[in-house]
């Protein structure tokens, strides 16, 4: 799926169009684009959240997972190591696993 940037529209196909731009030699040079099949507006790709199924754009999702349940998870994490190691086990596996 796709998003508009302009119109805010979701779309499963991008529309293609061509733009003149200008005339060289007898013909005209045409630039062929893919953009919004509503409005002709920029777009970004969209994926699904593992977690949480919420559609985001694309690039702002790491291994799968939204920002907003990336956060959880590592608050959780953290939790976690709070309640299951002491502070020097803790350094320990903050220097051996990069959190
Ligand atoms: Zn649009
Ligand atoms: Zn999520």
Do not use: H
Not at 14 to 20: I, Q, S, T
Not at 63 to 80: F, K, V
Not at 87 to 93: F, G, L, P, T
Request: overall charge negative; some cysteine; charged content about 25%.
């Amino acid at each position: 799926m796709y998003k508009c940037e302009d119109c805010g529209r979701v779309f499963g196909r991008l529309k293609r169009y061509w733009e003149n731009q200008g005339v060289v030699g007898d013909s005209p040079l045409l630039e062929r684009y893919w953009a919004c099949p509503f409005c002709g507006g920029s777009w970004y790709r969209l994926a699904d959240c593992a977690v949480c199924g919420q559609q985001w754009a694309a690039d702002q999702l790491s291994e799968g997972i939204c920002p907003d349940c990336g956060g959880m998870i590592l608050r959780q994490l953290a939790e976690l190591a709070d309640k299951e190691f002491s502070q020097a086990e803790r350094r320990y596996i903050r220097e051996m696993i990069e959190i």
